[in-house]
């Protein structure tokens, strides 16, 4: 892909809506579909452009007229950074990129001459992941069209990213990307009565950043009130120093670009091409860890998750949580890099805010996979598997069995390339027939290009896992419990999605063990 590259991906097609929605600021016409209605870029806060990318998101501005949301808009993600993406990158600049896009069943949607429903429908709010650093609310793989054949109203959210939304500065709320969370959150409370959704039945979810997100909204008492459950999938939450990982990130973005001042008057004047070599060279720093990340901060992550696990507001929330079994077990140090292998986890383990008793009791216990490069390993309990734990052992110790409202789940499907980081996510979604999804999860035919719900994989044992999964992942979105037993202290049953998916007791008894988790 070339630098200044914009691509796009590839949506249902169909034909503008002759359905009108009144929004608190003006009034949205999306795209019709076989059976639903897509809006696109629907702003929930006001554009930034200058030293307003670096402030709190302002209100979304009143438009007159129809607002045409029949495409989708511009992304928080505003340079490429990779050739060969697992999901599909997008680059659409523009100012409005804190927007929403919004699936709801057609048949639902208020209507003229038509009294409004009754029932209003669960709505799912996605937050979508990419290291903080990619990503965008209008990819295929998280098409809402199989969970609005189901009844459910699908939000997908932009945020702000890379440092624009995560670098702590002196003269800016810190971060920001997580405002944008919150915004995006009081909008849809607003306003998702008027697609026919329900404010009070609202679950968020999200995986990688996304995932991460999630626990952080569900630890922080000022996003109580803007939903009721919560879905994290493969969750990388670092574990914050008591500097809260502000120093970690500015130090390293000062060995990036030494001498340069990070400010918001001076970032709101770089060129872009400097933005980009400033997230360049912070990946390059930390390969095996993140280089932008939510830091300890009172508005926006008042506690770490350790200690918001076991307490309100985290525990009101019914969870669903769980992680792929090999994330990122694909990394290793081969030949030489071998040698390099155990400094590679220190320098990981200390920029990720692990402490140095921790840090050696989680060498010891890779001891085989550091010696023999397998870095990736120690990244997935690390980063991931240790944090899933953590979560659910903080929510049910010493709560009675049968109040436990956890969900925990393990994702071992192996596909076409393991059961690795990402590659749950098409069978979460059904949307098996989106772009590069193939090259994760296996071969896929479709019989109807319009319509993702038809999108079938031709291993039939993935495809039953796929609806599985879908289908799981809806009832809890509806009815507050996936289908299998609770996860509590006594018996720490797991949902295991393989090709015959089933329960297991304890899966993350490993991370557990080498993190000291009860």
């Known amino acids: 892909m070339a630098e200044n590259d914009t691509t796009t991906v590839t949506s249902p097609r169909g034909v503008p809506s002759p359905l009108v929605i009144t929004t608190q600021y003006g ?23 200058g030293t307003s990318r670096f402030a709190e998101p302002e209100p979304a501005l009143p438009w007159d007229g129809i607002r045409d949301c029949t495409a989708p808009g511009p992304t928080a993600q505003d340079f490429s950074t990779n050739p060969n993406p697992t999901i599909p990158e997008v680059v659409r600049p523009g100012a409005e990129k804190l927007n929403l896009t919004i699936y709801a069943p057609r048949d639902t949607l208020p209507q003229p001459n038509k009294l409004p429903s009754s ?13 903080f650093i990619v990503g965008e609310n209008a990819c295929d793989w998280w098409d809402g069209a199989k969970f609005t054949a189901a009844g459910v109203i699908v939000v997908t959210i932009n945020y702000r990213l890379d440092a624009e939304g995560w670098l702590p500065l002196p003269d800016a709320p810190q971060n920001r990307g997580m405002l944008d969370q919150l915004a995006a959150l009081r909008w849809v409370q607003s306003n998702i009565s008027a697609f026919g959704g329900d404010p009070k039945r609202v679950t968020i979810g999200g995986q990688s950043a996304g995932g991460t997100s999630v626990l952080c909204l569900a630890s922080n008492p000022a996003a109580e009130g803007l939903f009721q459950q919560v879905f994290s999938c493969s969750p990388a939450f670092v574990r914050l120093p008591s500097d809260g990982g502000a120093k970690g990130i500015v130090k390293a973005a000062r060995r990036a670009l030494p001498f340069r001042t990070f400010t918001v008057d001076e970032l709101s004047q770089w060129p872009l091409e400097k933005m980009k070599k400033l997230s360049r060279r912070m990946r390059r720093n930390n390969p095996l860890g993140l280089p932008f990340y939510p830091v300890r901060d009172a508005a926006t992550q008042p506690k770490t998750l350790s200690d918001a696990a076991d307490g309100a507001p985290f525990q009101n929330y019914p969870m669903l949580i769980g992680s792929t079994s090999e994330e990122f077990d694909s990394i290793t140090f081969d030949g030489a890099m071998k040698l390099f292998s155990r400094l590679g986890v220190e320098i990981s383990l200390s920029t990720a805010g692990v402490d ?8 010891a216990a890779h001891h085989d996979d550091i010696h023999e490069g397998r870095v990736g390993a120690v990244m997935s309990d690390t980063m991931i598997r240790a944090t899933v ?13 049968e109040e436990s409202r956890t969900w925990v789940y393990d994702y071992r499907w192996p596909g076409r390339q393991g059961a690795a980081h990402c590659a749950d996510l098409p069978m979460w979604f059904g949307t098996l027939g989106a772009e590069t999804a ?32 879908h289908s799981a992942l ?38 557990r063990a080498t993190w000291g988790l009860s």
């Open 27 to 49: 009034q949205v016409q999306g795209l019709d579909r076989a059976h639903d209605v897509v809006f696109y870029s629907i702003p929930y806060a006001a554009p930034v452009s």
């Open 389 to 401: 734990a953590t979560a659910a052992e903080g929510r049910v110790l010493d709560q009675p069995a």
């Open 356 to 363: 140095l008793n921790r840090r050696n009791s989680v060498i």
């Open 438 to 469: 193939d090259s994760v999860v296996g071969p896929v035919a479709t019989t109807d290009p319009s319509d993702p719900t038809a999108a079938v994989l031709d291993d039939a044992a993935g495809q039953t896992t796929a609806d599985l999964m």
């Open 119 to 131: 029932h209003p429908l669960p709505v799912f709010v996605w937050i979508h992941g990419g290291s």
């Open 474 to 511: 809806q009832h809890f979105i509806t009815d507050g419990n996936p289908g299998w037993p609770a996860y509590n202290e006594a018996t720490r049953v797991c949902m295991v999605w393989d090709e015959k998916p089933h329960v297991e007791m304890d899966c993350y008894r490993a991370a």
